[in-house]
């Protein structure tokens, strides 16, 4: 993007938002309207959603914040069971999937690192628990009350390493009174789901609940080298949840709870072409290699691109985790309008992932080589809050933070080094923090917010080589985060509002497939992130409507990314900082009824990006080893547009009982995947699209649904790498055409 480009969308955005906020202001009501007028408009609102972005709960109609959330109703009947899903229905939510580590990108900005000791730009928080390793960001999305996608800076309130946004996920608490579900599901590449959850009270004042996930399936992709073997893209996934809540008398309330998951699934393979010409052996262009007409090191010609076809002389690969997590949550009021919070969590997980390195059966450059990676962690987080307020008055929040990971990862190429590991990396990260936020009206219809949070962290990397001398490094980090903000609410459907806010991602380690080389660990500087943002949220259909409507700049200084290259014949993986990211963009949402009959969700997002780096900050990629300096390209996995959209018509109730159909759809823009922007590991824009149909029995207790994923089959690339000095262009796929059936039955 150059500077010209970005000032260009800065501009349109700029129109578009004041465009809509114009229109919103000149069909509200009179400024003057009462409090107890507005309260009678907003009785009609039977939907209002509801948001924690401020750690506590307040209707996002009203919230300072750009976000989209999903009820645990509504996860279920778009088929939502991963955050890969959750991207699809979400604006300026995209990622990056091979399988090691799934990357996401909340407006452009996200993970351009793939070592399992690295921490996304992107969090994730489960009850208020964060899940520091991004291998955890793929946990199953069960028995689930809400989901929330907040865009921007999120390093006041919720932390280090949310210098993007955050994705919150609030499961379904212990109830007082007996009740359940049980849903099954059987669909396509014969795939197997239960899924169900039951309260169960006890006692006068306790209370429990169990919930648990079993989804397994026998992947879509076919080795061609094993016609009849294992496929590939399989998953297998069982995981659990038990809660017991507390009263502790009538001011106090503690919550445990113990979560397992035992993933045993199969790992994706990428598709194949060749990047070698098959005569002379010398490098090809980008045209012949995607028409086809090259070859791997070893002369092989990998054919047309099929996301159900691979190659690879390995017989199936793990992608596998044991994953659990034991949690204290507890609330006291300690005085009137005053509330002592104290979250306390430890999780302990370890994994393995495989890949085949030449992604092919008869080997490459690299032989028939495979890498291998495993990551054995523990965390223990423990916040306190103390927040305070009342409904129109001030409301704050002050807290401490305390982080321990400890994190011992391995990675080797077993064709090179027997059973010998190549690389043990042991990160100990340590991390202390304060904050303060508060938000308060200066008027009637005006509110500011303030709020800030020191971070104190200290990380240190301990390498262990099998035939190199050890080493090691320590990084300490000391950092503010800060965000302002101001509101104002002219009607009551009207709320319009600005801020900024700052965030901070800590300094990274590269600890994969270093074949010796100490100096390509060598920790990064932090990456801190500054973002502007103005927007207008409006209440329409008399509340049961919401348009929203957010423009955004972000500046990210010292962005961090991995480059692989070959270098004797050896495939070194190196970590750097590579300059400054510009962000500009918009989202455009409209949520909920149109009739009693019709949901809508639709989604519009305009992102733009800009790498500022200096003439040595170059990216090596492609056969030839081609070397282009990063300045001036867009960071990768960002299309310029993407359009999201959900329909739901609700047939009104009969003898029989109640139909339903839904269909959703996404239309993705153009993509790079690598930083020199190269058109070769690129994906054209494209569109998948999705239809479901419910029945309900007229007591509302049973359930069916039928459905169809990706209907048009279309094939599309979630991720394309041609390595630099590789003979082969790696293509990793999305999901083919999947069908479908689930039975539910509540109780």
């Known amino acids: 993007m150059s500077s010209a480009r970005g000032l260009d969308m800065m501009l349109r955005t700029g129109l578009l938002i004041s465009a809509s906020i114009l229109i919103s202001a000149a069909a509200s009501p009179a400024f003057g309207q009462t409090a107890g007028e507005?309260?009678?408009?907003?009785?009609?609102?039977?939907?209002?959603?509801?948001?924690?972005?401020?750690?506590?709960?307040?209707?996002?109609?009203?919230?300072?914040?750009?976000?989209?959330?999903?009820?645990?109703?509504?996860?279920?009947?778009?088929?939502?069971?991963?955050?890969?899903?959750?991207?699809?229905?979400?604006?300026?939510?995209?990622?990056?999937?091979?399988?090691?580590?799934?990357?996401?990108?909340?407006?452009?900005?996200?993970?351009?690192?793939?070592n399992d000791t690295s921490e996304s730009p992107v969090g994730f928080a489960v009850d208020d628990i964060v899940y520091g390793a991004g291998a955890l960001q793929r946990v199953p999305l069960y028995d689930v009350q809400r989901v929330e996608v907040l865009r921007g800076p999120q390093g006041t309130l919720f932390g280090r390493n949310t210098t993007a946004g955050l994705v919150q996920v609030t499961t379904n608490k212990p109830g007082e009174s007996f009740e359940g579900y049980l849903q099954g599901q059987l669909g396509s590449f014969w795939q197997r789901?239960?899924?169900?959850?039951?309260?169960?009270?006890?006692?006068?004042?306790?209370?429990?609940?169990?919930?648990?996930?079993?989804?397994?399936?026998?992947?879509?992709?076919?080795?061609?080298?094993?016609?009849?073997?294992?496929?590939?893209?399989?998953?297998?996934?069982?995981?659990?949840r038990a809660q017991l809540g507390f009263d502790m008398g009538p001011d106090a309330s503690l919550l445990l709870k113990a979560s397992v998951t035992r993933d045993r699934s199969v790992a994706p393979s990428s598709g194949s072409q060749g990047a070698l010409d098959p005569v002379t052996g010398a490098p090809c262009d980008t045209a012949r290699i995607l028409a086809n007409q090259c070859v791997n090191g070893t002369g092989f010609n990998f054919g047309e691109p099929n996301p159900k076809r691979i190659f690879s002389d390995f017989d199936g690969m793990p992608n596998h985790l044991d994953f659990a997590e034991y949690s204290a949550r507890l609330n006291w009021n300690i005085a009137p309008s005053v509330e002592l919070v104290s979250i306390t969590g430890y999780l302990d997980y370890d994994r393995i992932f495989q890949e085949d390195a030449d992604g092919s059966a008869v080997g490459g450059f690299l032989g028939n080589a495979s890498a291998?990676?495993?990551?054995?962690?523990?965390?223990?987080?423990?916040?306190?809050?103390?927040?305070?307020?009342?409904?129109?008055?001030?409301?704050?929040?002050?807290?401490?933070?305390?982080?321990?990971?400890?994190?011992?990862?391995?990675?080797?190429?077993?064709?090179?080094?027997?059973?010998?590991?190549?690389?043990?990396?042991?990160?100990?990260?340590?991390?202390?923090?304060?904050?303060?936020?508060?938000?308060?009206?200066?008027?009637?219809?005006?509110?500011?917010?303030?709020?800030?949070?020191?971070?104190?962290?200290?990380?240190?990397?301990?390498?262990?080589?099998?035939?190199?001398?050890?080493?090691?490094?320590?990084?300490?980090?000391?950092?503010?985060?800060?965000?302002?903000?101001?509101?104002?609410?002219?009607?009551?459907?009207?709320?319009?509002?600005?801020?900024?806010?700052?965030?901070?991602?800590?300094?990274d380690f590269n600890t994969t497939l270093l074949f010796g080389d100490a100096s390509a660990a060598a920790p990064t500087d932090p990456e801190t992130s500054l973002a502007l943002e103005a927007g207008a949220k409006w209440r329409l259909n008399d509340g049961r409507l919401l348009f929203s409507v957010a423009g955004f700049r972000n500046h990210v200084k010292n962005k961090q990314a991995t480059v692989a290259e070959l270098v004797g014949g050896l495939p070194v993986s190196r970590l750097f900082n590579f300059g400054e990211l510009e962000v500009f963009g918009a989202e455009f949402e409209l949520t909920g009824k149109v009739t009693d009959q019709l949901t809508v969700q639709l989604g519009l997002s305009l992102l733009d990006t800009e790498i500022n780096a200096p003439p040595t900050a170059v990216y090596r990629s492609g056969p030839a080893?081609?070397?282009?300096?990063?300045?001036?390209?867009?960071?990768?996995?960002t299309p310029h547009y993407k359009v999201n959209g959900l329909l739901r018509y609700d047939f009104e109730p009969s003898p029989v009982?109640?139909?339903?159909?839904?269909?959703?759809?996404?239309?993705?823009?153009?993509?790079?995947?690598?930083?020199?922007?190269?058109?070769?590991?690129?994906?054209?824009?494209?569109?998948?699209?999705?239809?479901?149909?419910?029945?309900?029995?007229?007591?509302?207790?049973?359930?069916?649904?039928?459905?169809?994923?990706?209907?048009?089959?279309?094939?599309?690339?979630?991720?394309?790498?041609?390595?630099?000095?590789?003979?082969?262009?790696?293509i990793w796929w999305g999901k083919p055409r999947t069908w479908g059936v689930r039975l539910g039955v509540d109780f």
């Open 625 to 637: 080893g081609d070397v282009t300096p990063v300045d001036g390209k867009e960071l990768t996995a």
């Open 193 to 240: 789901q239960v899924e169900g959850a039951a309260n169960i009270p006890f006692a006068e004042g306790v209370r429990g609940r169990v919930a648990f996930y079993y989804d397994k399936d026998d992947g879509f992709q076919r080795n061609a080298a094993f016609p009849d073997g294992q496929r590939w893209s399989a998953r297998d996934v069982l995981s659990g």
């Open 372 to 507: 291998i990676y495993t990551l054995d962690a523990k965390q223990f987080s423990q916040e306190l809050q103390l927040r305070g307020g009342r409904e129109g008055g001030l409301n704050w929040v002050a807290g401490a933070f305390y982080y321990n990971d400890r994190r011992t990862a391995t990675s080797t190429v077993p064709e090179f080094f027997g059973t010998a590991i190549d690389t043990t990396g042991r990160v100990k990260t340590e991390s202390g923090a304060v904050f303060v936020n508060a938000d308060f009206p200066i008027s009637d219809t005006v509110g500011v917010e303030l709020g800030g949070r020191f971070t104190k962290e200290t990380k240190k990397l301990d390498l262990v080589f099998p035939a190199a001398p050890n080493a090691s490094y320590k990084v300490s980090v000391d950092e503010f985060t800060w965000r302002a903000g101001v509101n104002w609410t002219p009607s009551d459907v009207l709320f319009l509002y600005a801020n900024a806010a700052t965030g901070y991602k800590s300094p």
């Open 38 to 114: 507005a309260d009678a408009a907003n009785q009609g609102n039977a939907g209002e959603i509801i948001v924690t972005a401020q750690r506590r709960e307040t209707a996002l109609s009203r919230t300072a914040v750009s976000a989209t959330t999903f009820s645990g109703d509504q996860l279920q009947s778009a088929g939502i069971a991963t955050l890969d899903d959750l991207a699809t229905q979400t604006p300026n939510f995209n990622y990056v999937d091979t399988g090691l580590i799934p990357r996401y990108r909340i407006r452009g900005d996200g993970l351009q690192v793939f």
């Open 657 to 730: 009982g109640q139909f339903a159909v839904q269909g959703d759809f996404t239309y993705t823009g153009h993509q790079f995947f690598q930083l020199d922007n190269n058109d070769r590991d690129a994906q054209n824009a494209y569109g998948t699209a999705n239809l479901r149909v419910f029945w309900r029995d007229p007591s509302d207790r049973y359930s069916v649904q039928a459905f169809v994923e990706n209907v048009t089959n279309t094939a599309f690339a979630s991720y394309v790498v041609t390595p630099g000095g590789f003979d082969t262009r790696y």
